[in-house]
C-alpha cells in the first residue's frame, strides 16, 4: 500500500488527506503546530470542511499527525502544503517552503515523489525548492520525482472539493509529471497536465489575479456610480444575463481570505524583480481593494451625520467578519481594517457571527453581541459585511434603525447599499 506524509494540516493538507485515505492510501500528516497535532490525533477539527466525524473515520483509516519529520523516509509520496504568506512589507515569505522542504531534504531517499501544493510565484519550485532538495547528491528527475500542483481549495464551497474539482500538475520532467499525476488521479476526477512547474505554478496566480482584477473593477465602479445615481446591483444583475462573454462580480467592503489579497502579490514582485517594471493591473487593483475598508467607513460616517450623529460614540453592529459567508475562516478579513477605521474614530464597535466566537483582531476582544434582535433595535448602524445563510435579512432590514448594506443582497427603507 502506498504511503504520504502531507506537511501542513491547514485548509489545504487536511482534505488532501482525507481524500488521500479514501484512495486506500496510508496516510501520516505533518504540523509544527502543537496545538493542532494534538487536536487532530484527539479527533478535534480545526478547518470548516471536515467535520469531527470525518476525522474520526480517517483516524479509524490509520491516519495520524505528528511534527516529527523522519516519517518522511517511510513514505512514498510528500506533499508540501505550508503557507506562502506575505512580510510586513508586502514581500513574498517563503520561509515556511524553505524550511519543510529543507526538512524534506534530510530524509529524502531515491524513488519519492515530491510535491509542491503552496502557492508561489513561477519559478520557485525550480529555482528555489529543486536545489535544496538536491543538496546532499539526489537529483531530481533522475533520482526522486519532483512536481508543482497548485491548491484549489474554496472553504465552504459544498458543491466542488478536491475530488470534483481539475488538478492542475507540472513536472520537473514528463516523467516526473506522470508519476505526479499518476499520484493525484488516484484520488481526483481530472489531472490536468501542463508543461512544467512554472507553467503550473502561473495558473494559480493567473485564476486569482482575475478574480482580484475583476473585484477591483466593481469595487471603483460602485464608487463612481454612486455618485451618478446609478444602480450598479441592478446593473450587474442585467449584464449576468448574457449568456456569453461576461461573468458576474459583486462589490464588497474588500478581499479576504488565503488567496485574493495575497497570490497577485507574488507574481507582482515576480515581475519587478525579475523585469525590473511594474505589473500595473494588479498594484493598482490591491489599492483599490486595500481602500474599500475605508471607503466603507466613509458610508458610515455619512449615514449617520445625516441623521445628526457623530461617530465617535456611536454604536456599530458589524454582521459577519469572517471573509467569506457560511464559514469560520478570518483570515485577511476585510472586517479587520474596518474595525480599525471605526475604532480609530471613536465609535462603538460590536459584531455579531454564528461561525466566530471570539474576535480580537487589535489584539483586544471585540464585544460579541448574543441577542442579534435586541441588538439590532439598539445600535446606531449595522453593517451588512457576510450575508451568513442563517441571516434572517428580512427581519435585520426591519429590526434595524439603519442598515449599512456592503453586499448588495437586503432591502427596505432602513437599508441603504454600498
Known amino acids: 500500500m502506498s504511503s504520504v506524509a502531507i506537511i501542513g494540516q491547514g485548509y489545504v493538507g487536511l482534505p488532501l488527506a482525507r481524500e488521500a485515505i479514501r484512495a486506500g492510501l496510508t496516510v501520516v500528516g505533518i504540523d509544527i503546530n502543537p496545538g493542532i497535532v494534538a487536536g487532530l490525533n484527539e479527533g478535534r477539527s480545526h478547518v470548516d470542511d471536515l467535520a469531527d466525524s470525518d476525522l474520526a473515520q480517517m483516524l479509524q483509516a490509520g491516519y495520524r499527525v505528528t511534527s516529527a519529520f523522519d516519517v518522511i523516509a517511510e513514505a512514498d509520496d510528500v506533499v508540501v502544503c505550508v503557507p506562502t504568506p506575505l512580510t510586513d512589507s508586502a514581500e513574498p515569505d517563503l520561509s515556511p517552503l524553505r524550511s519543510a522542504v529543507q526538512q524534506v531534504a534530510r530524509h529524502?531517499?531515491?524513488?519519492?515523489?515530491?510535491?509542491?501544493?503552496?502557492?508561489?510565484?513561477?519559478?520557485?519550485?525550480?529555482?528555489?525548492?529543486?536545489?535544496?532538495?538536491?543538496?546532499?547528491?539526489?537529483?531530481?528527475?533522475?533520482?526522486?520525482?519532483?512536481?508543482?500542483?497548485?491548491?484549489?481549495?474554496?472553504?465552504?464551497?459544498?458543491?466542488?472539493?478536491?475530488?470534483?474539482?481539475?488538478?492542475?500538475?507540472?513536472?520537473?520532467?514528463?516523467?516526473?509529471?506522470?508519476?505526479?499525476?499518476?499520484?493525484?488521479?488516484?484520488?481526483?476526477?481530472?489531472?490536468?497536465?501542463?508543461?512544467?512547474?512554472?507553467?503550473?505554478?502561473?495558473?494559480?496566480?493567473?485564476?486569482?489575479?482575475?478574480?482580484?482584477?475583476?473585484?477591483?473593477?466593481?469595487?471603483?465602479?460602485?464608487?463612481?456610480?454612486?455618485?451618478?445615481?446609478?444602480?450598479?446591483?441592478?446593473?450587474?444583475?442585467?449584464?449576468?444575463?448574457?449568456?456569453?462573454?461576461?461573468?458576474?462580480?459583486?462589490?464588497?467592503?474588500?478581499?479576504?481570505?488565503?488567496?485574493?489579497?495575497?497570490?497577485?502579490?507574488?507574481?507582482?514582485?515576480?515581475?519587478?524583480?525579475?523585469?525590473?517594471?511594474?505589473?500595473?493591473?494588479?498594484?493598482?487593483?490591491?489599492?483599490?481593494?486595500?481602500s474599500m475598508p475605508a471607503y466603507v467607513g466613509r458610508r458610515i460616517q455619512e449615514r449617520l451625520n445625516a441623521d445628526g450623529i457623530t461617530m465617535r460614540g456611536a454604536s456599530v453592529l458589524l454582521l459577519g467578519v469572517t471573509y467569506k459567508p457560511d464559514i469560520a475562516d478570518t483570515r485577511e478579513t476585510p472586517a479587520a481594517p474596518l474595525l480599525r477605521v471605526l475604532q480609530d474614530q471613536g465609535a462603538q464597535v460590536s459584531y455579531h457571527d454564528p461561525f466566530v466566537a471570539e474576535w480580537a483582531p487589535r489584539g483586544e476582544h471585540v464585544p460579541a453581541v448574543a441577542d442579534l434582535s435586541t441588538a439590532l433595535a439598539d445600535v446606531d448602524i449595522c453593517v451588512m459585511l457576510q450575508p451568513h445563510m442563517v441571516y434572517d435579512l428580512p427581519e435585520i432590514s426591519a429590526t434595524a434603525r439603519r442598515v449599512l448594506d456592503t453586499r448588495g443582497v437586503m432591502s427596505g427603507p432602513a437599508v441603504e447599499r454600498l
Open 108 to 290: 529524502l531517499r531515491p524513488g519519492t515523489l515530491v510535491v509542491i501544493e503552496s502557492t508561489t510565484y513561477p519559478g520557485t519550485t525550480d529555482e528555489v525548492v529543486r536545489p535544496l532538495l538536491e543538496a546532499d547528491g539526489l537529483i531530481a528527475g533522475r533520482d526522486f520525482n519532483l512536481a508543482f500542483s497548485p491548491e484549489r481549495i474554496d472553504p465552504g464551497n459544498p458543491i466542488f472539493g478536491l475530488s470534483n474539482t481539475p488538478k492542475i500538475v507540472g513536472g520537473h520532467t514528463t516523467a516526473c509529471g506522470d508519476r505526479a499525476a499518476m499520484f493525484y488521479g488516484k484520488m481526483v476526477q481530472e489531472v490536468v497536465r501542463v508543461r512544467g512547474t512554472r507553467e503550473a505554478e502561473m495558473a494559480k496566480l493567473l485564476e486569482n489575479t482575475y478574480r482580484h482584477i475583476n473585484i477591483a473593477l466593481v469595487n471603483e465602479m460602485v464608487r463612481f456610480c454612486r455618485e451618478l445615481g446609478i444602480d450598479l446591483w441592478d446593473a450587474i444583475d442585467a449584464a449576468a444575463t448574457k449568456p456569453f462573454g461576461f461573468q458576474a462580480f459583486r462589490p464588497g467592503p474588500g478581499v479576504g481570505g488565503h488567496c485574493i489579497p495575497i497570490d497577485p502579490n507574488y507574481l507582482s514582485h515576480n515581475v519587478r524583480t525579475r523585469l525590473g517594471y511594474p505589473f500595473r493591473f494588479v498594484e493598482l487593483a490591491q489599492e483599490v481593494n486595500d
